[in-house]
């Protein structure tokens, strides 16, 4: 498996949406690193023909009927958010009006 | 002794005849509170208004001499990751820190209808990552056997709380054992049911093929009385299994005359602390001299479990906490640059370390160029974990082994090193991958007084077989009714 470099933890940390300084970024390569190390004993398992589980029930997309029914009041789902104007949530602004 | 110190059925039966009344009995709760809770500290939000209303509610209903519920009347602790509404729910994380959910759980529902009384929020690690509770955002949980020693975790505050006395019953939510671990530390009983037996609806989500929630108690009979309170498939979540749900009560029955119970070796080599392998055998042993036929088994892949888990739920985590964006709920950011530096200082802020390890670990196991290497590599690792199981239970019913590796360590022992702390996870995680029903319950105290816990497993949908051999052992023992001493920090 792959060693681990702090370019490989900046990438990761922008498609997590998350940012660290210089010294966290330091640390979690060395975190990582250790964590990463550790889960490469699985490599001593041979699973060419082993199938993968990714659930423990043998589930598939479940359906449900596609029925309109009454969900939460606007007002109580806008409760919660940061900002809300006019029934819709507030973020800052997306495109460009130059 | 005070009715705080008793068990659900035992208060059912008082409440019933109404020797006491529910009132009476959440006032002795709260008074325990404010003895004890500021050592221990195993709350994040006390519900006293809302318990009394409920308390009164029920009374109501034993003065008519209507047949109520087991669960009538008694006060319930509720880990801080299930959704009540109208009550604040933080996940012990800021970034949640003001988040009142506009809906109840499913199992919040079940509970009401009940007529339960809710005492309060308990105290876990930050989303229920962690093993010692040390990662919340708000405070450390101390454990009532020695207040210097953390109480286990994720759902440290509802082991706690249990064993403190200052709620009768508690739910946590077990993911890789953080129902088992944390009772096995606090010497009560707690159980993770069968993956897919319990609606994880209003759960929040942590790792959502492995999260299930599950019942704290003082005995193994309240235990089997709250899980027949939440059972049960539910058309809010998908991964509820539509199966038969038994009168656990009924699998309480002091015989385990030619069970058969399997001991796997490979739950017992070095890192396992010598006492708390002396106290386990010594329970094996008991079960032997009740009637069971005791068999070493083999389960050849445990020792891969906790680097499977340690890809498999922060992967899952990983997506599943990509929805705290500061947009719909929760914490943001002040003065974001922009959309996408709103998310990332949202985040970065609102998230604590072990949090952010995990979803760093999980977004890179589902990285381009390293998906196969480790997220699908740890699915069929999973799925070897598992062909173990089911190879055991063709010849046993039940398996036992130790909860945990060590009692409780000291708070901030193993802070420093994160891969230390998850391998305090290496007796529960195997039972997780393979969704089985769990159980932990109190077999004695080492010499520096803590508790160890011995760990049940059954077939999924097998809580009975683990019903029946917990209910034997606790009849035929005394672990169970030690209560811890809870000496002030500064009388130490």
């Not at chain 1, 596609?66 to 007002?75: A, E, G, H, M, N």
């Not at chain 2, 008519?64 to 109208?86: E, Y």
């Not at chain 2, 529902?109 to 509770?133: C, P, R």
């Not at chain 2, 996870?425 to 816990?453: R, Y």
């Amino acid at each position: 498996m792959a060693t681990i470099t702090t370019e490989d933890v900046s990438h990761v940390a922008n498609l997590a949406r998350l940012e660290f300084n210089e010294e966290e970024t330091k640390d979690f390569t060395e975190q990582l690193s250790r964590i990463l190390d550790y889960i490469g004993k699985l490599n001593e398992l041979e699973t060419d023909d082993v199938h993968p589980t990714s659930h423990i029930h043998p589930l598939q997309n479940i359906t449900k009927p596609d029925i309109v029914k009454t969900s939460l009041p606007r007002d109580q789902v806008l409760a919660n958010a940061p900002e809300a104007e006019e029934g819709y949530f507030g973020v800052p602004r997306v495109i460009d009006t130059d | 002794m005070s009715l705080y110190q008793l068990t659900a059925h035992e208060l059912h039966d008082k409440l019933k005849a109404r020797e006491i009344t529910a009132v009476e009995l959440t006032e002795s709760v709260y008074e325990r509170i404010e003895e004890v809770e500021t050592q221990v500290k195993g709350y994040l939000t006390l519900t006293k208004e809302i318990a009394l209303e409920q308390a009164n509610a029920a009374d109501v209903g034993f003065q008519n001499g209507d047949d109520m519920p087991p669960l009538a009347g008694i006060p319930i602790a509720i880990k801080d990751v299930i959704c009540t509404k109208g009550v604040r729910t933080t996940c012990a994380s800021k970034i949640l820190s003001n988040f009142v959910p506009p809906y109840d759980a499913t199992i919040m529902t079940k509970l009401y209808k009940q007529g339960v009384v809710m005492v309060g929020k308990t105290n876990m690690d930050e989303f229920a990552m962690g093993s010692s509770t040390e990662n919340s955002a708000y405070q450390i949980t101390h454990n009532p056997w020695d207040l210097d020693t953390i109480p286990g975790g994720s759902s440290g505050g509802s082991a706690a709380v249990v064993a403190a006395d200052t709620a009768i019953c508690s739910l946590g939510s077990d993911t890789g054992g953080s129902i088992r671990q944390p009772a096995a530390l606090c010497g009560v009983v707690g159980m993770k049911p069968t993956y897919g037996r319990i609606s994880r609806y209003g759960l929040i989500a942590f790792a959502s093929s492995l999260d299930q929630i599950g019942p704290f108690t003082k005995d193994v009979t309240d235990c089997a009385l709250v899980l027949n309170a939440l059972c049960g498939k539910d058309e809010m979540d998908s991964t509820s299994v539509d199966v038969p749900v038994p009168d656990f009560t009924q699998s309480l029955i002091d015989d385990i005359q030619g069970m058969k119970i399997g001991v796997p070796e490979e739950y017992f080599t070095e890192g396992l602390d010598a006492e708390v392998a002396d106290k386990v055998q010594d329970a094996i042993a008991k079960l032997e001299s009740l009637g069971a036929s005791i068999e070493e088994i083999s389960l050849p892949h445990t020792d891969y479990a906790i680097a499977t888990y340690y890809i498999i739920a922060p992967a899952e985590a990983s997506a599943n906490l990509a929805r705290y964006d500061g947009v719909r709920y929760g914490y943001r950011t002040e003065e974001p640059e922009d959309l996408i530096n709103m998310y990332k200082k949202t985040r970065s802020e609102g998230f604590g370390e072990e949090v952010k390890r995990r979803i760093m670990l999980g977004t890179f196991a589902l990285s381009a160029g390293y998906q196969d290497a480790y997220y699908r590599k740890a699915q069929k690792a999973r799925t070897l974990i598992k062909s173990d199981f089911d190879a055991a239970f063709e010849k046993v019913d039940v398996i036992a082994t130790p909860t945990s590796p060590t009692p409780a360590f000291k708070i901030g022992e193993r802070t420093a090193d994160p891969l230390q702390m998850y391998l305090c996870d290496v007796m529960t995680t195997p039972a997780s991958h393979a969704g089985l029903p769990g159980i932990s319950i109190p077999c004695g105290l080492v010499k520096s007084g803590l508790p160890v816990g011995l760990q049940l497993l059954a077939a999924p949908f097998n809580e009975e077989a683990l019903f029946r051999v917990a209910y034997t052992y606790e009849k035929n023992t005394e672990h169970h009714l030690l209560k811890p001493q809870i000496s002030n920090v500064n009388d130490k």
